[in-house]
């Protein structure tokens, strides 16, 4: 019985054979007075798991198994745990762990932690040794702040994504101002993308969606979308200059992306936000692209714990759903979802599902 | 008699001779109804002038007079003036017009007008094609938007950088917040990292002067710098990570520049905000070198007329006086001035004097 030390799980031994992926028992680390075991019930699939074990951000710690836009049940609560209650719905997202001493942790920065930061997965745990492991498994063991109540107005399949990808989506937001009266860009409709446009509209911007096509046009509209920007189309961002408060850059690549006419469409002061991480090169910047509009850029990185709250209760209150496709989780349909995520062939996000089946 | 339709002063005739100075006449604009004549008595030496007539920013319009850090008198004002009074003594700083209209010029954001902008020398007004000639001369011919009184507690000589280096100091400090309780750098110290400490201080921050060896450390500290940290030294950015509000970057040259190193001493959500233009090719920004603290990068251009008046005030309520050195306007002087300025041979600016000897 792999409760209450182990837990089982797919993994991936390393880049070279990243569609192949092999169900193991693995160590999970020790229980920890403030920690929650979870019983997986659906996980999302999100860009990080493919760049992770196919080799795109380096090297990593195999045998992996990844995953981090989880939902499940809460199994076992830790004696000093007033998070979580024993037996609630719960979902973890890409961070299981930080300091939660520093300036940084006890100011909703947790997710900047300068002291330690440990991913979901592939991060080893300083005393053991233990490397962990995500949620393409039937369980994890997080410390509570880093696990979330669930509303039960969500069904777990369509929030599983929004544990990374929509948390990814909405801290730039909330952190940069969308709201009434401000006018966003959401550029790149993926899986972050898509709830980019979602919670922005909900949080009252005047949203756009901007991708390379029009592809997507419809979508985004369905999605919130106040209006929809081609780039492939000449004069694209002339009818915008110096009109965007806020543009969250959501793209997974940044081949071929001239962010001097992106940026040309900044008011004064507006914030240009990356939260991919290509795995190209990154861009020249001069100061003098940046000097007509004094246009701010940055980067954002997760979300804290408090914006997952209330992001999970944004989508409660206005019935926000991830737009995901289903697969069972297994050999195959790993494999398959591999595949199709590397050529971007998916809308915009898929769930894994079928746990109870796989692993009781 | 030069005035009221001409004006005499020091042009150079292009980049291969930009040491070389011919006292001329030159026309003015014609005379409108919010126009101020300024008689000068003194201007500011500034880098631009130096980037401009050496080829360093590429071609310019030649024949050129540079030079805007203007200290003068308003001999004549338009029928229609209203903020400034003839006979008073003002300063003209380094833009002359923009549209007054747009969104930006109603919100304090005139410096990034994007209907137009005319610097003051070396831009051409459309309707007659003159080219603005600047400070370097007996006169310049001014909107009274970009005139500004001058308090009677600050000197000529001393104030007169403060017109472009000093508000391009002050505006990116008040913007991003410098004030108490806040820690700030200022990045290179010349003629705009010298108010950029002072004003920082001023302001009531924590400022730390950043320069690459302890040649300037004294000077720092008298100008108000509570620390200073010598890039040149092993491990300088170690004891400030995740630990500054603000850093301005003022530095003339981006050569041999590890932005990363500078980015990690920023706190989460930190601006590093440039407002030198190297002459240099830009650097390479990957989004993974700004999201362990999810740092702003941003330029700033000049500042408003109502960040002009406020900086004036601060200068003049408490005590504050530009670091110059007198030269007196001639050939051989603005020579001089230029091989030292292409040195760095400055501490921290020239003033020119002398006007009344050269132009009656």
Request: hydrophobic share 35%; proline share 4%.
């Amino acid at each position: 019985m792999p409760y209450p030390d182990e837990a089982e799980g797919f993994q991936v031994d390393g880049p070279n054979s990243y569609t192949q992926f092999h169900k193991r028992f693995f160590q999970l680390k020790p229980f920890g007075d403030y920690d929650v075991d979870v019983k997986i019930e659906a996980c999302g699939i999100c860009g990080s798991d493919v760049h992770t074990i196919s080799g795109g951000w380096g090297s990593q710690k195999f045998p992996l198994c990844v995953g981090h836009e989880i939902v499940g049940t809460a199994i076992r609560v830790g004696p000093k745990v007033t998070l979580i209650k024993e037996g609630s719905r719960v979902g973890v997202g890409a961070q299981s762990y930080s300091c939660g001493e520093c300036k940084q942790c006890k100011n909703d920065n947790e997710t900047y932690c300068p002291v330690q930061i440990m991913d979901t997965y592939g991060a080893e745990w300083p005393e053991t040794g233990i490397v962990s492991q995500g949620g393409y498994s039937s369980h994890v063991r997080t410390h509570e702040h880093w696990v979330f109540p669930i509303p039960d107005a969500l069904d777990s399949v369509t929030v599983a994504p929004m544990l990374c990808a929509g948390l990814t989506a909405y801290s730039p937001l909330v952190r940069n101002g969308a709201g009434p009266g401000k006018k966003v860009g959401i550029v790149g409709l993926g899986g972050i993308g898509h709830f980019g446009v979602m919670f922005a509209k909900a949080l009252g911007a005047e949203v756009w969606a901007i991708s390379r096509s029009r592809a997507k046009e419809a979508d985004a509209l369905k999605l919130g979308a106040d209006g929809y920007i081609a780039t492939a189309e000449e004069g694209w961002e002339e009818p915008h200059k110096f009109s965007f408060d806020l543009i969250v850059n959501c793209a997974n690549s940044s081949e071929g992306f001239d962010l001097a006419r992106y940026l040309s469409m900044m008011d004064v002061h507006g914030r240009w936000i990356s939260v991919g991480l290509p795995e190209e090169e990154g861009q020249v910047i001069k100061a003098q692209n940046l000097i007509s509009n004094g246009v701010l850029i940055g980067a954002s990185h997760l979300g804290s714990r408090r914006e997952m709250l209330e992001m999970l209760q944004l989508a409660a209150d206005k019935g926000l759903k991830g737009w995901v496709e289903e697969i069972a989780i297994s050999e195959e349909g790993l494999k398959e979802a591999m595949l199709r995520m590397k050529k971007g062939d998916v809308h915009y996000r898929f769930t894994l599902t079928g746990y109870e089946k796989i692993f009781g």
